[in-house]
């Protein structure tokens, strides 16, 4: 019999063990440069299309659908929403109702409402680090 925490486990990591993530590779004005998964605060998904935030304030198009960027991010990339996957690393608080993550830089994100407790959850489970 499957408990609540390895079913949620399966949700959040599908695939085998997601330890490591690969650089992204985004196109800007004909060159390749290389995104490092640590820089990312999140990506949100447009169709066919998805922007990558990264910490600095800045915003990259690419071209692949979330589905596509999100099979290759560590376990520390939490989908939590259709069209927005987090890095866990970056979230500094959330709302009294679990529906919005508050992000670094003033970001702030939508959890689908199919995903709160899980989410909550996992982020009741999550050592705080509280710098002064």
Do not use: C
Not at 36 to 58: D, H, L, M, V, W
């Amino acid at each position: 019999m499957e408990n609540y925490t390895t079913s949620a486990y399966r949700r959040v990591a599908p695939r085998a063990s997601r330890k490591s993530s690969l650089p992204i590779a985004v196109q800007i004005m004909g060159h390749t440069q290389y995104i490092s998964p640590e820089a990312i605060i999140f990506i949100q998904g447009e169709g066919n299309y998805s922007f990558i935030y990264t910490t600095g304030g800045k915003r990259f198009l690419v071209s692949k659908t979330l589905k596509a960027l999100s099979e290759n991010l560590a376990i520390n990339f939490l989908r939590v929403h259709k069209s927005y996957v987090v890095n866990a690393n970056f979230i500094t608080g959330r709302t009294d109702d679990d529906r919005i993550l508050k992000l670094v830089e003033g970001k702030e994100v939508i959890v689908a409402r199919r995903k709160v407790k899980e989410i909550a959850s996992w982020l009741d489970r999550k050592v705080w680090r509280i710098s002064a």
